[in-house]
């Protein structure tokens, strides 16, 4: 896959397209605007002299002498610029020509109005003229009035303009991109010091974060959203950290007690019962073991989303039924018995959903006082299902209730009984409730603690 231009790039790019723009039409704009200048101040004088002479021919009578008027047409032309003046009349016989280009030679319109104008442009192959022609109604007929004046000055002038306003604004535009490029490299300097402070970050500094107040505006919520990802990812690394001390520790105190059972009954010849006894008592550390690497596994799939749930439709207090059914001894060896209220149905995975269940009765039935109940009341709706597992017992405190559902962790040491798991029922618990899109919620006061459940239906 081809890697896309730099940001730099293509920010300059676009600035000196800009600026290409935006240059070339001020400068066509100037260009044309000088031409038009000129090419009015040129018809100004033409019309002007074409006026002049419009009301001289009028003063002429029929017959008259035109040696007079060629006098006053020869004192006009010196006032001005060094125009061109050719008269002739309505037969085509030149009765005026100044000195200089053959005007004859103009092209004519080739449908005259009487006293309209034409001005155009017309070369003699020496000179470039602008030409009026206008034909005066007057005694002997109408006259043909061309006027010129030369243009090879405004021409070279504009000629020597066009070429320094293009060079100005090739100039310009490579000193905008330029400029452009400056600009967009000291604008990146806030990322690349984000950039910067990003990279020096490491496993040991997952506590560093950035400062959204020191950044620009548009950098704000970048900064902010990695603040998030960091203090996400210093949580998960804590966890991991702590999961893998916590395994280590739950995993060393078996392992110990196995060590120690087989030194000691290798330190002397014991009788067969002897061994029995002791081959019992290693296969409950082994039990606990494969009990906690079990719960691990199935963390470590839900984590992943390597455990795919098997939706059916569930009934929900038959399967308490059979759960009641199935811890019923232990909880008459407890002296706690279990109530159930309420009804409701469904759909999701009934082995997890099972376990789930299954953990949070175990668990308060451990808990439960002699001579209480353990209570489960089911509550349903049309868009979720309630499920509540409550039981009286010393409380929780505040502190301890926002860790419960955490992998190894135990509300107080005085809860660390011999046989009581690992400390990852409630976190599969949460994990089996949240994977069905529901939450779980645990609450504590003097009377009771409560586990509170909530599913979706569908």
Known sequence: MR?????????????????????????????????????????????????????SLATLKPGGDF??????????LVGHHGPRLHISNASGKLLYNSPG???SQVPLSSSPQSSGTDVQRWSDGEHNYRVQVRQIPGPGGPYTVITAVTIDFHLRFLNRFHHTLWLTVLGGIIAMGTMG???V??????????????????????NTRLVPKAVPAELTELAASFNELLQRLEEAFNRLSNFSADIAHE????????MTQTQVALSQVRSVEEYQEILYSSMEEYERMAQMIGDMLFLAKADNEQHPLHMETIDLESELHNLFDYYEAWAEGHQVSLNLEGQAQIRGDRLMLRRALSNLLSNAIRYTPAQESVTV????????????????????????????????YRPDPSRQRSGEGA????????TIVESHGGKIVATSDEKETRFNITLPVQ
């Open 181 to 183: 490029w400056m600009a």
């Open 3 to 55: 890697r896309p231009p730099s940001l730099t790039l293509r920010l300059t790019l676009l600035f000196s397209a800009i600026a290409t723009v935006v240059l070339l039409s001020f400068g066509w704009i100037i260009e044309r605007s000088l031409d038009k200048h000129f090419e009015s101040e040129d018809i100004k004088e033409l019309s002007m002299i074409s006026q002049v002479v419009e009301q």
């Open 67 to 76: 040696t007079r008027l060629k006098q006053r047409f020869d004192d006009l």
């Open 377 to 408: 009341r089911l509550r349903q709706d049309k868009e979720s299902v309630n499920i509540t597992v409550q039981n009286p017992g010393s409380p929780l405190p505040p502190e301890h209730l926002s860790r419960i559902f955490d992998r190894f």
């Open 101 to 103: 280009p053959d005007l």
């Open 185 to 206: 490299r000291h604008g990146h300097r806030p990322l690349r010091n984000m950039v910067d402070q990003i990279g020096r970050i490491s496993a040991n500094e997952l």
């Open 423 to 430: 400390g990852l029922g409630l976190a599969i618990v949460k």
């Open 251 to 258: 995993l060393r105190t078996p392992v110990t007690n196995l």
